[in-house]
């Protein structure tokens, strides 16, 4: 069987250990990345031959099967809970950091472009379960969804619901904030299936992305 590991590295990248049936197109259909971004982050020379007992180092954007399960079980409670198959956008604008960059408090999410005063959405209905300040992500509304889902939204300027507040999918819940560091205003969204962070470009509506 194939080993699967976090790297123990400030990254946390995913190291997969060569077995003997591993082949190098193999290993990236399991973790979702193409065979020459792995090539390249392990500086592999063509025709790309691994050795079993090798530690490949996986690209950043590299989902490990346990967590595609977990993407696909959230995918599954949004069908069991909604009539949607899939989360609608926070907010209509480009993505600026993916999941797995970033720092500690943002690894979990991802990042949209924004500017100061724009409209923040709930991705689901559900009941809000939080607002108020977070180190390292500012203010926050956290939105408790069914089948133990939750989306968190960062870096607001001001919230306009409040805790316990049942919201509607694409409902306004805030407007979004200057990171007070002369950076660009950008909006953090995290989703959590089950306590899990899950990638949300996977669960987002596609059509609009």
């Given amino acids: ?28 259909q399991r973790y979702g990345v193409s065979v020459q971004e792995i090539a390249e982050e392990n500086r592999l020379d063509d025709p790309f031959i691994i050795k079993e007992g090798s530690r490949l180092v996986l690209p ?4 490990s099967p346990a967590a595609q399960k977990t ?25 600026a950091q993916k999941f797995g960059e970033g720092d500690e408090a943002h690894r979990n999410g991802i990042s949209f472009e924004g500017y100061e005063g724009a409209e923040v ?13 977070i180190p390292g992500l500012g203010k926050v509304v956290l939105v408790e969804h069914k089948n133990h889902l939750v989306s968190v939204y960062a870096h607001l300027n001001d919230a306009t619901v409040s805790s316990g507040e049942k919201v509607d999918r694409s409902q306004v819940i805030g ?18 299936s089950r306590a899990k962070a899950v990638n949300p470009l996977r669960l987002l509506n596609k059509k609009n992305q």
Avoid: C, W
């Fill in 1 to 28: 069987m194939s080993k699967y590991s976090s790297s123990t590295s400030a990254a946390k990248r995913l190291i997969h250990v060569v077995t003997k049936d591993d082949t190098l197109s193999g290993i990236s």
């Fill in 60 to 63: 950043v954007q590299a989902v």
């Fill in 71 to 95: 993407e696909a079980t959230a995918k599954r409670d949004i069908v069991q809970g909604t009539s949607e198959s899939v989360l609608s956008l926070p907010i209509s604008t480009k993505i």
């Fill in 121 to 133: 959405r709930a991705a689901e209905s559900g009941i809000v379960g939080h607002v108020g300040e």
């Fill in 175 to 192: 407007t979004l904030g200057a990171l007070g560091n002369g950076a660009k205003p950008t909006l953090y969204f995290e989703v959590r």
